[in-house]
């Protein structure tokens, strides 16, 4: 079963950190690039960053230096680690598989964990 679900989001005040996770099938994880995107209220679904099966990382410039991505392949788990969080940060946020060149995703999304910092 294709799956991804997301947790790890909440409430917290501008300069904290989360930790969000992202749990994937097999046939969804396995040898492939794994991303984060978020979608603020108005606005399009961006991609954050992405990591690759070797830990090969890339991010968005907004969040350079803030955000990292880890993955632990024997757990089909993909994190996102967010500090220095700002408030234009709030949004709801997704893992998948970037697909062309990161503007879409290959997959259904899930159902996002959704993060709010507050000024």
């Known amino acids: 079963q294709v799956q991804l679900v997301e947790s790890g989001g909440g409430l917290v005040q501008a300069g904290g950190s989360l930790r969000l996770s992202c749990a994937a099938s097999?046939?969804?994880?396995?040898?492939?690039?794994m991303g984060w995107y978020r979608q603020a209220p108005g606005k399009q679904r961006e991609w954050v960053g992405d990591i690759s099966s070797s830990g090969t990382t890339n991010y968005l410039d907004s969040v350079k230096g803030r955000f990292t991505i880890s993955r632990d392949n024997g757990k089909n788990m993909v994190y996102l680690q967010m500090n220095s969080l700002k408030p234009e940060d709030t949004a709801l946020y997704y893992c998948?598989?970037?697909?062309?060149?990161?503007?879409?995703?290959?997959?259904?999304w899930g159902q996002g964990t959704q993060v709010t910092v507050s000024s």
């Open positions: 998948n598989v970037p697909h062309l060149q990161r503007r879409f995703a290959r997959y259904a």
């Open positions: 097999g046939s969804i994880f396995s040898g492939n690039v």
